[in-house]
């Protein structure tokens, strides 16, 4: 029923920056948290970062906490991830992802806490 769409990912040179959105289709995200995830080719799918929809608490995984922003629009029904100071590991697909149940904080760092996906967008960047 939730459908996600990412944009704004692209091609960088490390030290720059990309802003990245999800929109959801439909009504507003009516599930607890929403977050970002990127895959790189041979590796697992790892955490990047989450916001508590309601009350816009963020959690960030070490690797980019700092330089990642996450936010949510809630009148665009729209979730962001501002990256700067960009680092040629960011390289990846990123995955804007939504639970459909409440999760405890300490779960959101997990795939397996998430029920929808977007189809992601290519991160690249470049020395």
């Known amino acids: 029923q939730v459908q996600l769409v990412e944009s704004g990912g692209g091609l960088v040179q490390a030290g720059g920056s990309l802003r990245l959105s999800c929109a959801p289709s439909?009504?507003?995200?009516?599930?607890?948290?929403m977050g970002w995830f990127r895959q790189a080719p041979g590796k697992e799918r790892e955490f990047v970062a989450a916001?508590?929809?309601?009350?816009?608490?963020?959690y960030y995984a070490d690797s980019v906490n700092g330089r990642f922003t996450i936010s949510r629009d809630n009148a665009k029904n729209t979730l962001y991830l501002q990256m700067n100071s960009l680092k040629l590991e960011d390289t990846a697909i990123y995955y804007c992802?939504?639970?459909?149940?409440?999760?405890?904080?300490?779960?959101?760092?997990?795939?397996?806490?998430?029920?929808?996906w977007g189809q992601g967008t290519q991160v690249t960047v470049s020395s």
């Open positions: 439909g009504r507003t995200f009516s599930g607890s948290a």
């Open positions: 916001i508590n929809w309601s009350a816009g608490r963020t």
């Open positions: 992802a939504a639970t459909g149940a409440p999760v405890y904080a300490w779960n959101l760092r997990t795939t397996r806490s998430y029920d929808y």
